[in-house]
C-alpha cells in the first residue's frame, strides 16, 4: 500500500491539449515535489511545493499543493511530445524519509 | 559532474544467490535512499539514511539491508535473492530529504 495515490494511472492525448494530474493521499506532508521519468533514467526533480494552497508555474507546467498539504495536482497546458514521461509525486515525511506516488504514464501523440 | 552513481547496471541471480548494490553520491549529501520500481507501482522505498553510520526501515524492508559506513556510499544487500526481488533498483540523495537527486538504477531479475 502506498501512500500516495495518483490518478490517472495512464494518460493518452493529443499534441496541444490539456491535462491535469492528481496527487492525493490520507497524510500530511511538509513538502511534496513533482519529478518526471524517462525510460531506462531515474527520475527528475520538477518542483518542489511547501506552503498550503502554493502554486508554481514551471513553464507550460502548473502545480498546486493542496490547503491541507494532502494533495496536490498538476496541470499541462498545450501538451508537447517532449512532455511524455512518467510523472511521480513524492511526499516528505516526518521521519526524514520520502514516498513516491503510484505515477501518471503520459503519452502525447503528434 | 558524477552526482549519484550505482553500481551495477544490470545483474542476473539464482534464486538463493546474495549480491550487494553500490550507490555513490558526490554532493555530499546527508540523506540517501533505496527504492525499487516494479510496473504500475511507482517508487516503493527499501531503506534510507540521514547521515553516515545511520539507516532506518522504509515501506518494504524485507529481504534487504543496508549499509552506510561512509557518508557518499549507501549499499543495498540481498542475502538470499528471491523472484519476488526482481525489479529496477534506484538510489537517490538529498540535501534535506527532499530535492531528491537519482542514479541511473539497476535492473536485477532474479530467475
Known amino acids: 500500500t502506498q501512500l500516495l495515490e495518483q490518478s490517472p494511472q495512464f494518460l493518452s492525448i493529443q499534441e496541444g491539449e490539456n491535462l491535469t494530474v492528481y496527487c492525493n493521499s490520507s497524510?500530511?506532508?511538509?513538502?511534496l515535489q513533482w519529478y518526471r521519468q524517462e525510460p531506462g533514467e531515474g527520475p527528475v526533480l520538477l518542483v518542489t511545493v511547501v506552503t498550503g494552497g502554493e502554486v508554481k508555474k514551471l513553464k507550460r507546467l502548473t502545480f498546486q499543493f493542496g490547503d491541507a498539504r494532502k494533495d496536490s495536482s498538476l496541470h499541462i497546458t498545450a501538451a508537447q511530445p517532449g512532455d511524455t514521461g512518467l510523472y511521480l509525486c513524492a511526499g516528505a515525511g516526518g521521519a526524514n524519509n520520502l514516498f513516491f506516488g503510484t505515477g501518471t504514464r503520459l503519452t502525447v501523440i503528434p | 559532474n558524477a552526482g549519484v552513481t550505482q553500481t551495477p547496471k544490470f545483474r542476473v541471480l539464482k534464486t538463493g544467490q546474495s549480491m550487494t548494490l553500490l550507490c555513490a553520491q558526490d554532493?555530499?549529501?546527508?540523506?540517501m535512499y533505496w527504492y525499487r520500481q516494479d510496473p504500475g507501482m511507482g517508487l516503493r522505498l527499501i531503506h534510507y539514511s540521514v547521515g553516515e553510520g545511520t539507516t532506518a526501515k522504509g515501506e518494504v524492508p524485507d529481504g534487504y539491508n543496508v549499509s552506510r559506513l561512509k557518508k557518499q556510499n549507501f549499499l543495498l544487500g540481498l542475502e538470499s535473492a528471491a523472484p519476488s526481488q526482481t525489479s529496477v533498483y534506484f538510489c537517490?540523495?538529498?540535501?534535506?530529504?527532499?530535492?531528491?537527486?537519482f542514479g541511473q538504477g539497476t535492473r536485477l531479475t532474479v530467475v
Open positions: 537517490a540523495s538529498s540535501p534535506t530529504y527532499t530535492e531528491a537527486f
Open positions: 554532493m555530499n549529501h546527508e540523506y
Open positions: 497524510s500530511v506532508f511538509s513538502s
